[in-house]
């Protein structure tokens, strides 16, 4: 079994920066993928940015290229997403996912969330213009 928990979240400014940790328990290994999915009211969820543990390769949705960068710290087992250049359409509640999916599922992982078996509980970031 794997646990997942998020932390980081809180309210900013547009332009504004913050850092989402997801720290994981259980047994984690290289051929995992480990993903940040956020969901807005009345919105669909969607991956924003996903990392393979096995060689480092990162993935990520167009509308957070440049902006945010996904890294994970293998000694403290915890997944992290700088997030800069926050702007109000990034508000939502952010999701720590994981699964053994291999180099090409995590390529094909930001799609919708249904190849990942592990979630956090979510944490809420909210931009204000």
């Known amino acids: 079994q794997v646990q997942l928990v998020e932390s980081g979240g809180g309210s900013v400014q547009a332009g504004g920066s913050l850092r989402l940790s997801c720290a994981a328990s259980?047994?984690?290994?290289?051929?995992?993928?480990m993903a940040w999915f956020r969901q807005a009211p009345g919105k669909e969820r969607e991956g924003v940015a996903a990392i393979y543990l096995g060689g480092g390769n990162t993935f990520y949705a167009d509308s957070v290229k440049g902006r945010f960068t996904i890294s994970r710290d293998n000694a403290k087992n915890t997944l992290y997403l700088q997030m800069n250049s926050l702007k109000p359409e990034d508000t939502a509640v952010y999701y720590c996912?994981?699964?053994?999916?291999?180099?090409?599922?995590?390529?094909?992982?930001?799609?919708?969330?249904?190849?990942?078996?592990?979630w956090g509980q979510g944490t809420q970031v909210t931009v204000s213009a």
């Open positions: 996912a994981a699964d053994p999916l291999g180099p090409l599922g995590c390529s094909d992982s930001l799609g919708g969330g249904d190849m990942y078996n592990y």
């Open positions: 259980g047994y984690i290994y290289s051929s995992f993928c």
